[in-house]
């Protein structure tokens, strides 16, 4: 186990850390290790993040790094048909 910060929510985190799912590469707190699970089955991001914030595992900085996220998904997708 060991401390760490999250790159895709900035948070401070404690434990072992999850391995995104976007690259196979980068280490992420686990509750985003959950919330991408949750977005990748197919889950809305509002509802996972809801969730996530009942239990306590997410954070409004959270929702700041799905917004830039989000952001960036949706810039890659104008040019799609």
Same mark, same amino acid.
């Given at each position: 186990?060991?401390?760490?910060? @999250?790159?895709? @929510?900035?948070? !401070?985190?404690?434990?072992h850390p999850a391995l995104s799912?976007? !690259?196979?590469?980068?280490?992420? @707190?686990?509750?985003?290790?959950?919330?991408?699970?949750?977005?990748?089955?197919?889950?809305?991001?509002a509802l996972v993040n809801g969730?996530?914030?009942?239990?306590?595992?997410?954070?409004?900085?959270?929702?700041?790094? !799905?917004?830039?996220r989000d952001s960036r998904d949706?810039?890659?997708?104008?040019?799609?048909?």
């Open positions: 186990m060991r401390d760490g910060v @999250c790159p895709r @929510c900035m948070a !401070d985190y404690q434990g799912r976007l !690259d196979n590469r980068t280490e992420i @707190c686990p509750a985003c290790g959950v919330a991408e699970a949750l977005e990748i089955a197919g889950y809305n991001t969730l996530l914030a009942e239990s306590g595992e997410y954070s409004e900085s959270d929702e700041v790094a !799905d917004a830039q949706t810039g890659s997708q104008h040019g799609a048909p």
